[in-house]
């Protein structure tokens, strides 16, 4: 009897050691077949990860904004402004009932920048240049009595109410620039929204004799086309962009600047091939960020600040 229950006891023994065994084996062999499926999943992860093509980060383009630089030139200096094509900015003209500075029409108007335009006279004050604004005709100066009834300019006046003009169309739902003769029409499928009117045109070729200003057989020469002087001028690059350009003679030299012919060349290097000559002399003025240049300095070198009667405008769309 008691060598049964030795043998059951040992029987037992044996039993659980087996059982033992059995379990320890079969938890090496889940812990094995665990450390098997962790590295196919992570090798099938490193390759999913290595063979998938990245996707480039594209960056977003900046904003087109308004380009401030300066060029100095032998006896004057340059102040150019670039509005690029489409961007958010438009160029139009504005006209002053009284004659007024670059910055009040830039504080009247909350304008980027400012260029004066067109021509007019001191005197009465009206403007001797067209000026169209949202298709309306505002300046006329056909209703100039001080130009209309001037016995100098009789032999001229159909080539003054002929001048260049710096336009603004809209064709569909497009806004484009261009330079071009007050008599001429508009391209098919625009409509005429602003103009003013100044010259003559600098590029692509200057036409001072066809616009007036020079008459050489009579010797006239209504801007010293030759002679330096602060000049100002508008121009358009061939992708549409818009170059304003004021050229201010240098206070150390004051009877210094640029001739016309002199003027046209800054503008094609510049890249515009279209441009034209705007009011300059006293009038030259360019207000940009709060800043205003002028162009014409007196004997002493100090800075001649005339009020004009037009401008161009830059402002925000």
Same mark, same amino acid.
């Given at each position: 009897?008691?060598?049964?229950?030795?043998?059951?006891?040992?029987?037992?023994?044996?039993?659980?050691? %087996?059982? #033992?065994? #059995?379990? =320890? $084996?079969?938890?090496?062999k889940?812990? @094995?077949?665990?450390?098997?499926?962790?590295? $196919?999943?992570?090798?099938?992860?490193?390759? +999913?990860?290595?063979? *998938?093509? +990245?996707?480039?980060?594209?960056?977003?383009?900046?904003?087109?904004? &308004? #380009?401030?630089?300066?060029?100095?030139?032998?006896?004057?200096?340059? /102040?150019?402004? $670039?509005?690029?094509?489409?961007?958010?900015? !438009?160029?139009?003209?504005? !006209?002053s009932?009284?004659?007024?500075?670059?910055?009040?029409?830039?504080?009247k /108007?909350?304008?980027?920048?400012?260029?004066?335009?067109?021509?007019?006279?001191?005197?009465?004050?009206?403007?001797?240049?067209?000026?169209?604004?949202?298709?309306?005709?505002?300046?006329n100066?056909?209703?100039?009595?001080?130009?209309?009834?001037?016995?100098? @300019?009789k032999?001229?006046?159909?080539?003054?109410?002929?001048?260049?003009?710096?336009?603004?169309? +809209?064709?569909?739902?497009? &806004?484009?620039?261009?330079?071009?003769? /007050? =008599?001429?029409?508009?391209?098919?499928?625009?409509?005429?929204v602003?103009?003013?009117?100044?010259?003559?045109?600098? $590029?692509?070729?200057? *036409?001072?004799?066809?616009?007036?200003?020079?008459?050489?057989?009579?010797?006239?020469?209504?801007?010293?086309?030759?002679?330096?002087?602060?000049? *100002?001028?508008?121009? &358009?690059?061939?992708?549409? =962009?818009?170059? !304003?350009?004021?050229?201010?003679?240098?206070?150390?030299?004051p009877?210094?600047? %640029?001739?016309?012919p002199?003027?046209?060349d800054?503008?094609? *290097?510049?890249?515009?091939?279209?441009?034209?000559?705007?009011?300059?002399?006293?009038?030259?003025?360019?207000?940009?960020?709060?800043?205003?240049?002028?162009?014409?300095?007196?004997?002493?070198?100090?800075?001649?600040k #005339?009020?004009?009667?037009?401008?161009? +405008?830059?402002?925000?769309?």
């Amino acid at each position: 009897m008691c060598r049964r229950s030795k043998i059951q006891s040992s029987f037992a023994v044996e039993c659980a050691t %087996v059982c #033992r065994d #059995r379990v =320890s $084996l079969k938890v090496r062999k889940i812990k @094995l077949l665990s450390l098997i499926l962790i590295s $196919l999943a992570m090798a099938l992860w490193f390759n +999913l990860r290595s063979s *998938t093509p +990245l996707i480039p980060t594209v960056a977003s383009s900046p904003p087109k904004t &308004i #380009r401030y630089f300066q060029r100095t030139l032998p006896q004057s200096i340059a /102040h150019i402004l $670039l509005i690029p094509a489409n961007s958010r900015f !438009l160029v139009t003209p504005a !006209l002053s009932q009284k004659v007024a500075t670059v910055e009040e029409f830039a504080q009247k /108007h909350r304008a980027v920048a400012i260029l004066n335009a067109g021509f007019f006279d001191p005197v009465n004050q009206k403007s001797t240049s067209y000026i169209v604004l949202q298709g309306k005709l505002v300046a006329n100066p056909k209703e100039n009595e001080r130009l209309v009834n001037n016995p100098n @300019l009789k032999p001229y006046l159909s080539q003054i109410f002929n001048r260049t003009e710096f336009r603004r169309y +809209l064709c569909g739902q497009t &806004i484009s620039y261009s330079i071009a003769l /007050h =008599s001429e029409s508009p391209p098919a499928g625009c409509q005429l929204v602003d103009a003013i009117g100044a010259g003559p045109r600098l $590029l692509p070729e200057l *036409t001072l004799v066809k616009e007036g200003f020079v008459d050489i057989a009579n010797k006239r020469d209504a801007l010293g086309s030759n002679q330096p002087n602060a000049r *100002t001028a508008v121009g &358009i690059t061939r992708d549409g =962009s818009v170059v !304003l350009v004021m050229v201010a003679q240098k206070p150390s030299a004051p009877a210094n600047g %640029v001739s016309l012919p002199a003027l046209a060349d800054l503008m094609k *290097t510049l890249g515009t091939d279209k441009a034209m000559n705007l009011d300059g002399g006293s009038s030259s003025s360019v207000y940009y960020n709060g800043k205003t240049f002028y162009g014409k300095v007196d004997l002493e070198g100090n800075s001649i600040k #005339r009020p004009v009667k037009s401008v161009l +405008l830059v402002q925000e769309n």
